[in-house]
């Protein structure tokens, strides 16, 4: 029996406290407690009742849309079958299938699967056997990671030594050694060849090399880039810039990581995003998407290249997760890329990612707007203090626009997306990859009417 949203609300009361939950990334001092109780589609109901939009597909992850009982049965008759069983040297028909299905999607000879349960294992997973894979190769100095600023690529010791953003940093320090960071591809903000998108591109990538002459080719293992950035509100590669960072990291025998976690299973309309920017990475490490959330799973997927040193003799990657391909998640898993199959998703993002793009970037005619920026179902709108200038908002203004005023004002307007002002303020949104037409204008009316409602309180 389905519960009406009268019923959840009189039968779950609303939480006034956190109770005994340690939420992520939350101010355990938040006096609000918003609780969710079921999705169906691109939509969340509260224990209130509400119906929400969701407008990140829960932390870009429920790339088929809630409330899909196709995957509950799967996952329910999986697990009646076999629950559990790692693949610490043993394998499962679910692990082994879907390993088969990533490498068949992913390009080039990417073939070999690592699995995880989440995103940050997965750059962890990368970095690790990087580092391994140069030491089996006679190179044992090449250990180094050079990542772009702000960019965010996990909270693992290692995964945040990769990550960009120094305030996510501070309190965990000393960090694992060996992350170095070079310019991102924001080119809002570009000081160099800021009338140039090609050029800057260029620029952008040339600091890669830079940074890889400066540390000594002999010791740097990695360079770990997103299609997109996520943090800073996705930013876009320019024309040309992947092709000349394959070309550098070619040069100097450096392994090119393209962290998908956001990025691949349909986010950006193909299944591995790298594939739609053009270029060949020696390693995709992926997660959220690859069930669309309805079971914690991600992975490391390598070359041919990286694998061949494992392959001899006593060789092992001592490395692994007790979940690492949890045959439910794998399961579950496969019948999801059934339903991308089936119901073209990718196509679906392709077919409508100019709309969508459109339709947000209405949003300019707002003082606030400053910019809007992204690419198939990810993008962001960049909030400003003053759009002649691109002045943008301090400390005290952030404080109370992103963590105070947008993300109740948004949800009790009807949307669920994220403020977030990890590097310049932005409003990402990234919504199931179902939605349509309906769904954007929907996303464009909530945030034209709530930040109309912010900018008065500048």
């Known amino acids: 029996m389905t519960l009406t949203e009268?019923?959840?609300?009189?039968?779950?009361?609303?939480?006034?406290?956190?109770?005994?939950?340690?939420?992520?990334f939350t101010r355990l001092s938040s006096p609000r407690v918003p609780v969710i109780t079921r999705g169906e589609g691109a939509y969340l109901w509260d224990d209130r009742g509400r119906r929400v939009l969701d407008g990140l597909s829960g932390l870009f992850v429920v790339q088929a849309g809630h409330g899909r009982r196709e995957l509950a049965q799967v996952m329910a008759e999986q697990a009646s079958q076999l629950a559990y069983f790692p693949v610490w040297g043993y394998g499962t028909r679910p692990a082994l299938e879907l390993a088969d299905r990533l490498a068949a999607a992913a390009p080039g000879d990417l073939d070999r699967v690592f699995f995880t349960?989440?995103?940050?294992?997965?750059?962890?997973?990368?970095?690790?056997?990087?580092?391994?894979?140069?030491?089996?190769?006679?190179?044992?100095?090449?250990?180094?990671?050079?990542?772009?600023?702000?960019?965010?690529?996990?909270?693992?010791?290692?995964?945040?030594?990769?990550?960009?953003?120094?305030?996510?940093?501070?309190?965990?320090?000393?960090?694992?050694?060996?992350?170095?960071?070079?310019?991102n591809t924001n080119f809002y903000r570009a000081t160099e060849h800021a009338d140039d998108l090609e050029a800057f591109?260029?620029?952008?990538?040339?600091?890669?090399?830079?940074?890889?002459?400066?540390?000594?080719?002999?010791?740097?293992?990695?360079?770990?880039?997103?299609?997109?950035?996520?943090?800073?509100?996705?930013?876009?590669?320019?024309?040309?810039?992947?092709?000349?960072?394959?070309?550098?990291?070619?040069?100097?025998?450096?392994l090119l990581v393209s962290d998908e976690v956001i990025c691949a299973f349909g986010r950006h309309g193909t299944t591995f995003a790298c594939e739609k920017f053009g270029y060949q990475p020696d390693i995709i490490t992926c997660a959220k998407g690859m069930s669309s959330g309805y079971a914690p799973i991600g992975a490391m997927i390598t070359t041919n290249r990286v694998v061949e040193p494992f392959l001899h003799g006593r060789t092992t990657f001592p490395h692994g997760y007790t979940f690492g391909g949890h045959p439910v998640a794998a399961a579950v898993s496969l019948a999801n890329l059934d339903l991308f199959d089936a119901e073209g998703l990718n196509q679906r993002v392709l077919a409508n990612e100019q709309a969508f793009g459109d339709t947000l970037r209405k949003l300019l005619d707002l003082p606030i707007v400053g910019d809007v920026r992204g690419d198939g179902y990810f993008w962001a709108v960049e909030l400003v203090k003053d759009k002649a200038t691109r002045h943008t908002l301090d400390a005290d203004e952030r404080e109370r626009l992103i963590r105070g005023y947008l993300p109740e004002a948004l949800f009790d307007n009807g949307l669920y997306c994220r403020p977030d002002d990890r590097g310049d303020p932005v409003v990402q949104v990234a919504p199931p990859l179902i939605s349509g037409q309906a769904e954007f204008d929907e996303i464009e009316r909530i945030l034209r009417h709530t930040l109309t409602e912010a900018a008065e309180l500048l």
């Open 6 to 24: 009268p019923d959840l609300a009189a039968t779950s009361p609303a939480r006034t406290d956190w109770g005994h939950l340690w939420p992520h």
């Open 117 to 183: 349960t989440g995103g940050g294992e997965a750059i962890e997973s990368a970095w690790k056997v990087a580092k391994q894979y140069f030491k089996l190769m006679g190179k044992p100095l090449k250990h180094k990671v050079i990542s772009r600023a702000v960019a965010y690529h996990g909270t693992p010791q290692g995964a945040l030594a990769i990550t960009g953003l120094p305030a996510m940093k501070q309190q965990f320090e000393p960090l694992t050694p060996g992350g170095f960071r070079v310019p």
């Open 201 to 254: 591109g260029r620029w952008a990538a040339d600091r890669i090399e830079e940074a890889i002459l400066f540390e000594g080719a002999d010791t740097v293992a990695a360079v770990v880039l997103e299609p997109v950035q996520n943090s800073g509100g996705c930013f876009t590669p320019p024309p040309g810039y992947f092709a000349r960072v394959r070309e550098i990291c070619d040069k100097h025998d450096v």
